[in-house]
C-alpha cells in the first residue's frame, strides 16, 4: 500500500485537530457497525485487552492518537488525557499501530497475547528531525544520519559491555579487528577520526590506551540510551571537525519508576530510573572485569583488570518553556598484568614455527576519567529555542610496566634452534588531560525550514611526562649491535605541557517541501573554526539532498558533498628527533589540519516481505585526501608522524538490507568494499586502514510458539589490514594480516514475564522481566591476530609473530527488569 507523507504546518493545527475528529467519529462509526458483524459469528477467537496512556516528548497527554491491531477491525482513539482501552483478538503475533498527524507512526508487536496488557507510549513530533520521514514500520532515511535501533542492547552477546559501539561496529562501512576494544574504523578512518557526542556534549577517548586489554568501559552507558543516530560520512555542519563519523546519542528521561539489574561473568551493572512530577532522574553504575576472557589468550600470566564507573543524567522542566539538563560521570579503569610465560606456533602447515617466551616482571595501568555537562533551554515560542550548555572534561593516565622476556624460536619439523635471545620494555608514561567547552545554540523553525546556529568555545590543556625504551638481545648480541657501545632498540622521551583555545560556529538549514514530484529535504550549513595553537583558520562548508519520488514513494535518492577536516589534538602533535640513538619528542606548531573532501551518493528501496518491512540501502563515497598526517597502528595505539607530508583518497561502497527477517525482530546484513591508498615520500602505498572488503551481520529470532526463547547472532568477516616491522615507516609495511573472522551468539530465556502487569502478588508485581542468558564468543574457534612481536634470527632474518586474540568462550548472564 503507498504511504502517504503529510507536511504538519503549526498555523493549520486547528483544522488538523477538526480533521481528527471527524475521523474518530466515522471509525467508532465503522467499529460499531464491525461490532454488529461479529455478533453473527457462531465462534469467536480468544480475546484480551490493551489500555495504556500516550504522551508527547515533553510528557503531556495526547488526545485523538488513532490505535489499530494490523490485520483486524479492532481499534480505538485515546481520550483527552492521552488514555485507551479496547480488545483485540489474539494471536500468535499481534501488531498494534499508534498514528496521529504531525507526529511519527509507532508499533508495537505482541507475541502470543493474553488477558489484560499495560502498554504506555511516547509519541515523537514528526517536525523533530526533518532530515528523516517516518513511513510505515521502517524509518526513512532522508540525510546522511540514521537511527539505530535500541531495544536488542541489554541482551545482545558483548565482550567489551559497550553494547551501543558493538552494534555500531556491524553497520555498513564500519568494521572492529580487535573483540577486546570498543573501537572502531569508519570507511578508511582511524579511531580518532569518529566524533562522540552525548546529549549534544562531545567526549573524548584516553590517550595513552595502547592495547585492547587496557581498555575499559566508555562514557556511553547503554542502559540509559534513548536514541542512537550515526553518520558514516557526509554529516552536517552542526557536527564538529572529524573525517569520519559522527555518533549522537540522546539519553532517555524516564517517565516512571524503571530499573534493571545485570550481571555475568564479566562484569555486573544496575540501572534505575525515575520520575518525580516534572524532575526525570536515571543513573547506572557498571564494573567490568575481563580476567575470564584475557585467561583465553596464549600468554599465561595473573590479570588483574577492573573497570568502575557511575553516571546520573538529571532534567528538570519547570514549566514549559524552561528545560535543566545535567549529566555527571566518573570512571576508575585499572589494569594490573605479571605475565608468566606464552608459546605461539606460527607459519604454514609445511613450515610451523614455535615461539616460547617465559616472562619476568609486570604491568600496572590506571585511567581516571572525570566528566560533567549542564544545559539550560529556553523555549522562545512555538517556533524556536535557544540552549546555553557548559561541560568539563579531565582525564589522569598512567601507564608503567617492566617487562623481561627470555624467548626461543625453533623449527618444529626439525627440532633446529632458529633463535634464542631476551627482550626488555619499559614504560613510565603518565598523562593529564582537560578539557572545559561553553556553547550556545539557537533554533528556529520557519515555515518548511530549520534553521540551527551554534557558537562555542574551548580551553584545552595536556600534560604528559613519557619515559619510554626497549633492549633486545639475539643470540647475545644486542640489537642494533655495535662493537664499541651499547645502543637501544627503541628509546622515547617527552615531556611537553600544551594550553591551547578553540572557538568554532556553525549555521545550517534545512528546508523540506512536498512538490508534485515528491519530498525534498535540503540541508546546506557551514562551519567555521578557529584553533589558538597554530593559528589556524578552517572553513568547512557541507549540503546534502535527500528526494522521495512521488511516482514510487518505495525509493529515496540521496547526495552529500562538503569539505571536512581532522583537527589536530594532542596525539597528532607529537614529532619525533632521533640522534645517538634517542628519540624526543617535540610538538609541531606548524602542523595543520588534515583535510577531506568528500562526496557519498546514496539511496534506499522500501519493500514487503511475506507482510514484513525492509530496506536495502547503499551508498558509494569518495574521499580526495590531502595534508595528511601518517601514522602507525599497533593493537590499537596510534603513532602518528606529527607533520603533514601525504596525500590519498578512499573510495568504496557500502550495502545493507535491513528489516524484519523475524516478525517482531529487527535484523540485518552490511557488505562493503573499500579502497584507501596514498602517496607519501613519492611512493603510492595502502593506508594503514585499506581493508578492502568487510562483512557484518546482526540477526534476532524466537523459537517459533513462544516469546520467551530469543536467539542474537553477531557476525564479523573483514580483510586483513596492512603492516611492517616496528619503527620501519608506513612505506615498509608489504605484508597483509589474515582476514578478522568472528561469530558471537547469545540465547535468552524468559524466566518472567510481567509486560502487562498481571501480577499483583508477591515479588512478580515489581518485576517487568526476569531474563537468562548463554552466549558463545568466537563460536568457531578462529584464530584473529592484533599485532606482531618481531624476532630476529641468528641469521638477521625477522619473523612476524602472531599476537592471537580471544578464543572460543561461554559467558553465562542474567537481567531483572523492573
Same mark, same amino acid.
Given at each position: 500500500?503507498?504511504?502517504?507523507?503529510?507536511?504538519? @504546518?503549526?498555523?493549520?493545527?486547528?483544522?488538523? /485537530?477538526?480533521?481528527?475528529?471527524?475521523?474518530?467519529?466515522?471509525?467508532?462509526?465503522?467499529?460499531?457497525?464491525?461490532?454488529?458483524?461479529?455478533?453473527? @459469528?457462531?465462534?469467536?477467537?480468544?480475546?484480551?485487552?490493551?489500555?495504556?496512556?500516550?504522551?508527547?516528548?515533553?510528557?503531556?497527554?495526547?488526545?485523538?492518537?488513532?490505535? @489499530?491491531?494490523?490485520?483486524?477491525?479492532?481499534?480505538?482513539?485515546?481520550?483527552?488525557?492521552?488514555?485507551?482501552?479496547?480488545?483485540?483478538?489474539?494471536?500468535?503475533?499481534?501488531?498494534?499501530?499508534?498514528?496521529?498527524?504531525?507526529?511519527?507512526?509507532?508499533?508495537?508487536?505482541?507475541?502470543?497475547?493474553?488477558?489484560?496488557?499495560?502498554?504506555?507510549?511516547?509519541?515523537?513530533?514528526?517536525?523533530?528531525?526533518?532530515?528523516?520521514?517516518?513511513?510505515?514500520?521502517?524509518?526513512? $532515511?532522508?540525510?546522511?544520519?540514521?537511527?539505530?535501533?535500541?531495544?536488542?542492547?541489554?541482551?545482545?552477546?558483548?565482550?567489551?559491555?559497550?553494547?551501543?559501539?558493538?552494534?555500531?561496529?556491524? $553497520?555498513?562501512?564500519?568494521?572492529?579487528?580487535?573483540?577486546?576494544?570498543?573501537?572502531?574504523?569508519?570507511?578508511?578512518?582511524?579511531?580518532?577520526?569518529?566524533?562522540?557526542?552525548?546529549?549534544?556534549?562531545?567526549?573524548?577517548?584516553?590517550?595513552?590506551?595502547?592495547?585492547?586489554?587496557?581498555?575499559?568501559?566508555?562514557?556511553?552507558?547503554?542502559?540509559?540510551?534513548?536514541?542512537?543516530?550515526?553518520?558514516?560520512?557526509?554529516?552536517?555542519?552542526?557536527?564538529?571537525?572529524?573525517?569520519?563519523?559522527?555518533?549522537?546519542?540522546?539519553?532517555?528521561?524516564?517517565?516512571?519508576?524503571?530499573?534493571?539489574?545485570?550481571?555475568?561473568?564479566?562484569?555486573?551493572?544496575?540501572?534505575?530510573?525515575?520520575?518525580?512530577?516534572?524532575?526525570?532522574?536515571?543513573?547506572?553504575?557498571?564494573?567490568?572485569?575481563?580476567?575470564?576472557?584475557?585467561?583465553?589468550?596464549?600468554?599465561?600470566?595473573?590479570?588483574?583488570?577492573?573497570?568502575?564507573?557511575?553516571?546520573?543524567?538529571?532534567?528538570?522542566?519547570?514549566?514549559?518553556?524552561?528545560?535543566?539538563?545535567?549529566?555527571?560521570?566518573?570512571?576508575?579503569?585499572?589494569?594490573?598484568?605479571?605475565?608468566?610465560?606464552?608459546?605461539?606456533?606460527?607459519?604454514?602447515?609445511?613450515?610451523?614455527?614455535?615461539?616460547?617466551?617465559?616472562?619476568?616482571?609486570?604491568?600496572?595501568?590506571?585511567?581516571?576519567?572525570?566528566?560533567?555537562?549542564?544545559?539550560?533551554?529556553?523555549?522562545?515560542?512555538?517556533?524556536?529555542? /535557544?540552549?546555553?550548555?557548559?561541560?568539563?572534561?579531565?582525564?589522569?593516565?598512567?601507564?608503567?610496566?617492566?617487562?623481561?622476556?627470555?624467548?626461543?624460536?625453533?623449527?618444529?619439523?626439525?627440532?633446529?634452534?632458529?633463535?634464542?635471545?631476551?627482550?626488555?620494555?619499559?614504560?613510565?608514561?603518565?598523562?593529564?588531560?582537560?578539557? $572545559?567547552?561553553?556553547?550556545?545554540? /539557537?533554533?528556529?523553525?520557519?515555515?518548511?525550514?530549520?534553521?540551527?546556529?551554534?557558537?562555542?568555545?574551548?580551553?584545552?590543556?595536556?600534560?604528559?611526562?613519557?619515559?619510554?625504551?626497549?633492549?633486545?638481545?639475539?643470540?647475545?648480541?644486542?640489537?642494533?649491535?655495535?662493537?664499541?657501545?651499547?645502543?637501544?632498540?627503541?628509546?622515547?622521551?617527552?615531556?611537553?605541557?600544551?594550553?591551547?583555545?578553540?572557538?568554532?560556529?556553525?549555521? $545550517?538549514?534545512?528546508?523540506?517541501?512536498?512538490? @508534485?514530484?515528491?519530498?525534498?529535504?535540503?540541508?546546506?550549513?557551514?562551519?567555521?573554526?578557529?584553533?589558538?595553537?597554530?593559528?589556524?583558520?578552517?572553513?568547512?562548508?557541507?549540503?546534502?539532498?535527500?528526494?522521495?519520488?512521488?511516482?514510487?514513494?518505495?525509493?529515496?535518492?540521496?547526495?552529500?558533498?562538503?569539505?571536512?577536516?581532522?583537527?589536530?589534538?594532542?596525539?597528532?602533535?607529537?614529532?619525533?628527533?632521533?640522534?645517538?640513538?634517542?628519540?624526543?619528542?617535540?610538538?609541531?606548531?606548524?602542523?595543520?589540519?588534515?583535510?577531506?573532501?568528500?562526496?557519498?551518493?546514496?539511496?534506499?528501496?522500501?519493500?514487503?516481505?511475506?507482510?514484513?518491512?525492509?530496506?536495502?540501502?547503499?551508498?558509494?563515497?569518495?574521499?580526495?585526501?590531502?595534508?595528511?598526517?601518517?601514522?602507525?597502528?599497533?593493537?590499537?595505539?596510534?603513532?602518528?608522524?606529527?607533520?603533514?607530508?601525504?596525500?590519498?583518497?578512499?573510495?568504496?561502497?557500502?550495502?545493507?538490507?535491513?528489516?524484519?527477517?523475524?516478525?517482531?525482530?529487527?535484523?540485518?546484513?552490511?557488505?562493503?568494499?573499500?579502497?584507501?591508498?596514498?602517496?607519501?615520500?613519492?611512493?603510492?602505498?595502502?593506508?594503514?586502514?585499506?581493508?578492502?572488503?568487510?562483512?557484518?551481520?546482526?540477526?534476532?529470532?524466537?523459537?517459533?510458539?513462544?516469546?520467551?526463547?530469543?536467539?542474537?547472532?553477531?557476525?564479523?568477516?573483514?580483510?586483513?589490514?596492512?603492516?611492517?616491522?616496528?619503527?620501519?615507516?608506513?612505506?615498509?609495511?608489504?605484508?597483509?594480516?589474515?582476514?578478522?573472522?568472528?561469530?558471537?551468539?547469545?540465547?535468552?530465556?524468559?524466566?518472567?514475564?510481567?509486560?502487562?502487569?498481571?501480577?499483583?502478588?508477591?515479588?512478580?508485581?515489581?518485576?517487568?522481566?526476569?531474563?537468562?542468558?548463554?552466549?558463545?564468543?568466537?563460536? /568457531?574457534?578462529?584464530?584473529?591476530?592484533?599485532?606482531?612481536?618481531?624476532?630476529?634470527?641468528?641469521?638477521?632474518?625477522?619473523?612476524?609473530?602472531?599476537?592471537?586474540?580471544?578464543?572460543?568462550?561461554?559467558?553465562?548472564?542474567?537481567?531483572?527488569?523492573?
Amino acid at each position: 500500500m503507498p504511504v502517504r507523507y503529510i507536511v504538519v @504546518k503549526r498555523h493549520v493545527f486547528f483544522l488538523l /485537530f477538526l480533521f481528527s475528529c471527524l475521523w474518530a467519529i466515522a471509525q467508532e462509526a465503522n467499529d460499531v457497525h464491525a461490532e454488529k458483524a461479529d455478533t453473527l @459469528k457462531s465462534a469467536s477467537p480468544a480475546r484480551c485487552t490493551l489500555h495504556g496512556r500516550i504522551t508527547d516528548e515533553s510528557g503531556k497527554a495526547l488526545p485523538f492518537v488513532a490505535v @489499530k491491531v494490523e490485520g483486524q477491525v479492532a481499534g480505538t482513539f485515546s481520550n483527552p488525557k492521552g488514555e485507551y482501552s479496547f480488545e483485540f483478538a489474539t494471536d500468535d503475533s499481534v501488531v498494534v499501530s499508534y498514528s496521529m498527524m504531525g507526529f511519527e507512526r509507532k508499533q508495537k508487536v505482541f507475541l502470543r497475547p493474553q488477558g489484560r496488557l499495560v502498554w504506555n507510549v511516547q509519541m515523537r513530533s514528526s517536525g523533530t528531525d526533518m532530515t528523516e520521514v517516518t513511513v510505515s514500520e521502517v524509518r526513512r $532515511q532522508m540525510g546522511t544520519t540514521q537511527e539505530l535501533t535500541t531495544k536488542d542492547l541489554r541482551r545482545m552477546p558483548s565482550t567489551t559491555g559497550n553494547a551501543v559501539e558493538e552494534m555500531v561496529a556491524t $553497520q555498513a562501512g564500519v568494521s572492529s579487528h580487535n573483540e577486546l576494544s570498543s573501537q572502531y574504523n569508519v570507511r578508511g578512518g582511524s579511531f580518532d577520526e569518529n566524533c562522540v557526542y552525548v546529549n549534544g556534549m562531545e567526549v573524548y577517548r584516553p590517550l595513552l590506551i595502547s592495547s585492547g586489554q587496557q581498555e575499559g568501559l566508555s562514557v556511553i552507558n547503554s542502559d540509559m540510551v534513548e536514541r542512537v543516530q550515526f553518520s558514516a560520512g557526509g554529516f552536517e555542519a552542526k557536527y564538529g571537525d572529524r573525517m569520519s563519523s559522527v555518533l549522537d546519542i540522546t539519553y532517555k528521561k524516564p517517565e516512571r519508576h524503571e530499573g534493571a539489574v545485570g550481571a555475568s561473568l564479566l562484569g555486573a551493572s544496575v540501572y534505575d530510573g525515575l520520575r518525580v512530577g516534572k524532575l526525570s532522574l536515571s543513573q547506572g553504575l557498571r564494573f567490568k572485569s575481563n580476567r575470564y576472557m584475557l585467561g583465553s589468550l596464549e600468554t599465561n600470566g595473573e590479570y588483574d583488570p577492573s573497570f568502575l564507573d557511575y553516571q546520573a543524567y538529571l532534567s528538570w522542566s519547570p514549566s514549559e518553556r524552561w528545560t535543566f539538563d545535567a549529566i555527571g560521570y566518573i570512571s576508575r579503569n585499572r589494569y594490573h598484568f605479571k605475565p608468566k610465560n606464552r608459546t605461539t606456533n606460527f607459519g604454514t602447515m609445511e613450515d610451523v614455527k614455535s615461539f616460547t617466551v617465559y616472562f619476568d616482571g609486570e604491568e600496572q595501568d590506571l585511567f581516571r576519567t572525570l566528566f560533567g555537562s549542564i544545559a539550560i533551554t529556553r523555549q522562545l515560542g512555538s517556533r524556536s529555542s /535557544f540552549t546555553l550548555g557548559a561541560s568539563a572534561f579531565s582525564t589522569k593516565e598512567r601507564e608503567t610496566y617492566d617487562i623481561q622476556g627470555q624467548y626461543w624460536l625453533d623449527d618444529t619439523k626439525t627440532s633446529e634452534q632458529l633463535g634464542v635471545g631476551t627482550y626488555m620494555e619499559h614504560a613510565r608514561n603518565l598523562l593529564t588531560s582537560s578539557t $572545559q567547552t561553553a556553547r550556545a545554540v /539557537f533554533a528556529w523553525r520557519p515555515a518548511e525550514h530549520h534553521l540551527q546556529a551554534g557558537l562555542l568555545f574551548k580551553h584545552e590543556r595536556i600534560r604528559e611526562n613519557t619515559r619510554e625504551w626497549e633492549f633486545r638481545d639475539s643470540a647475545g648480541y644486542s640489537m642494533p649491535h655495535y662493537p664499541d657501545h651499547l645502543e637501544l632498540i627503541y628509546n622515547l622521551k617527552s615531556k611537553q605541557e600544551i594550553s591551547s583555545n578553540r572557538l568554532e560556529a556553525f549555521v $545550517q538549514d534545512t528546508w523540506r517541501k512536498e512538490l @508534485k514530484a515528491g519530498i525534498l529535504s535540503l540541508n546546506y550549513g557551514a562551519r567555521l573554526s578557529h584553533w589558538s595553537w597554530n593559528g589556524e583558520t578552517l572553513f568547512s562548508p557541507r549540503a546534502s539532498i535527500g528526494f522521495v519520488p512521488a511516482a514510487n514513494d518505495n525509493f529515496t535518492f540521496r547526495l552529500a558533498t562538503g569539505m571536512y577536516y581532522q583537527a589536530p589534538f594532542y596525539k597528532e602533535l607529537r614529532d619525533t628527533v632521533t640522534a645517538d640513538g634517542a628519540t624526543i619528542v617535540r610538538l609541531n606548531s606548524d602542523i595543520k589540519s588534515q583535510r577531506s573532501f568528500q562526496v557519498v551518493l546514496g539511496g534506499e528501496y522500501k519493500f514487503r516481505v511475506a507482510e514484513r518491512p525492509f530496506k536495502f540501502t547503499s551508498e558509494l563515497y569518495y574521499k580526495a585526501q590531502s595534508r595528511l598526517n601518517p601514522y602507525n597502528v599497533d593493537n590499537v595505539k596510534i603513532v602518528y608522524y606529527g607533520r603533514n607530508e601525504a596525500s590519498g583518497y578512499v573510495a568504496g561502497l557500502d550495502l545493507k538490507v535491513y528489516g524484519e527477517f523475524v516478525p517482531g525482530t529487527d535484523s540485518w546484513i552490511s557488505f562493503s568494499l573499500m579502497k584507501a591508498s596514498m602517496k607519501l615520500h613519492g611512493k603510492t602505498i595502502p593506508q594503514p586502514t585499506d581493508q578492502r572488503w568487510n562483512l557484518n551481520m546482526f540477526f534476532s529470532d524466537y523459537f517459533p510458539g513462544t516469546d520467551r526463547w530469543k536467539m542474537t547472532l553477531k557476525m564479523a568477516f573483514a580483510d586483513g589490514l596492512p603492516f611492517g616491522a616496528p619503527h620501519s615507516g608506513l612505506e615498509h609495511h608489504y605484508w597483509r594480516a589474515t582476514p578478522y573472522r568472528r561469530v558471537d551468539i547469545g540465547m535468552n530465556y524468559r524466566l518472567l514475564n510481567n509486560e502487562d502487569g498481571h501480577r499483583h502478588n508477591g515479588l512478580g508485581q515489581h518485576l517487568r522481566n526476569v531474563w537468562l542468558g548463554l552466549d558463545c564468543f568466537n563460536i /568457531f574457534g578462529l584464530n584473529n591476530v592484533a599485532s606482531y612481536l618481531w624476532i630476529t634470527d641468528i641469521t638477521n632474518q625477522q619473523y612476524a609473530v602472531p599476537n592471537y586474540l580471544t578464543g572460543r568462550m561461554i559467558n553465562a548472564r542474567f537481567l531483572i527488569e523492573f
